[in-house]
Each structure stands twice: as structure tokens, then as C-alpha cells.
């Protein structure tokens, strides 16, 4: 169970890294970089949806790691780069959140570890 939580915080601690901060929209294209603040009244309707999103972002993000390792050139890997986070879009829509949504509740794990707490103790059950 602790080795499972620590895999998860690892994650969600991915989600804020440079390389790969929360999704974000710029023209329609997937992009990574600001967020907008989130909002101030955090429901357990939008942590549920959040951790659904997650755990499919998690899964595409590991497909894809694993295929990225083995790209055989620079042009094939920035193409699954692409692909990667237009599945990552999709996956956070299709849970019923908007990526902005999305956004807005990873940076508010940022500032409020009890939020932190709790979205790892529902994504563990989830993964």
C-alpha cells in the first residue's frame, strides 16, 4: 500500500513538473505552460471528476512513455508527443471535465495539501 502511494504522489507530483505541468489550451492546440487560478469552492462532484481524469491521464501517459522509448527519430517522437496529449484532452473531456476545469483543480493541489491527501487516497482506490 505505501509503495502504491508513493508511485501516486510521484504522479500527481509529474503533473506539476515543468515537463509535464497540468494540460493546457492555447488556440486549441495542447500546450503546457499558465493555468488560470483556481477557483475558490473546491465540490467532491469536481475531485471525483478530477481523479477520474487523472487516472486516465496516468495510463496514456505510461502507453506513451513506453513508445516514446522506443521512437526511432526525433520527427517520430515529437508525433507521439502530439498524439499523447490529444489523448490526454480527450481523456480529461470525456470525463466530464473541461481541461480549463482541470487545470484549475491541479493547481489548487498545489496550494492545499489536505486536497493533495485527499485526491491520492481516491486515486489509489481508482488505480
Do not use: C, H, W
Amino acid at each position: 500500500m505505501t509503495i502504491r502511494k508513493t508511485v501516486l504522489t510521484i504522479a500527481l507530483t509529474a503533473l506539476f513538473a515543468a515537463s509535464g505541468a497540468a494540460l493546457a489550451q492555447d488556440g486549441g492546440q495542447p500546450s503546457f505552460g499558465e493555468t488560470t487560478p483556481p477557483s475558490a469552492a473546491m465540490t467532491d462532484q469536481t475531485i471525483d471528476t478530477f481523479v477520474d481524469a487523472f487516472v486516465a491521464v496516468q495510463g496514456i501517459r505510461e502507453d506513451y512513455t513506453e513508445r516514446l522509448q522506443d521512437a526511432s527519430d526525433e520527427g517520430e517522437a515529437q508525433g507521439l508527443q502530439q498524439e499523447a496529449q490529444e489523448k490526454m484532452m480527450q481523456a480529461v473531456e470525456a470525463s466530464g471535465m473541461s481541461v480549463q476545469e482541470y487545470n484549475e483543480v491541479a493547481m489548487a493541489l498545489q496550494n492545499d495539501p489536505e486536497l493533495m491527501e485527499q485526491v491520492q487516497e481516491k486515486a489509489m482506490d481508482r488505480m
